[in-house]
């Protein structure tokens, strides 16, 4: 399965940062905020739910929300918000 929470395997990293993102609806929603996400520098992984609009990236510890937020936005949906480390 390609959505739904996300299952750490073993050997895997926690998501270091979750975003709570508004505006996707279906499941190419999700590829695209991965897709986009993805691109940022630093970022491992990400994974987005549209059902709960989260999205778990695991990404280096320079990585900050701006970048992110930037990536979001520019891919047509908004961050509503953020936790975790690399805040900034
Ligand atoms: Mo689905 Mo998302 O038809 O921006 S791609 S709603």
């Known amino acids: 399965m390609r959505r739904g929470t ?13 975003l709570s993102v508004g505006g996707m609806t279906c499941g190419s929603c999700e590829d695209s905020i991965q897709r986009a996400v993805s ?5 491992r992984s ?20 701006e970048a992110l937020r930037e990536a ?7 961050l509503e918000g953020a936790t975790g480390a690399g805040r900034s």
Do not use: F, K, W
Request: zero cysteines.
């Open 6 to 18: 996300q299952v750490v395997e073993d050997g895997g990293e926690m998501p270091n940062l979750i």
């Open 39 to 43: 691109l940022v520098e630093g970022v």
């Open 46 to 65: 990400v994974r987005a739910d549209h059902r709960t609009g989260r999205v778990d990236v695991e990404a280096d510890s320079g990585v900050g929300v």
């Open 72 to 78: 979001v936005e520019d891919a047509g949906y908004d």
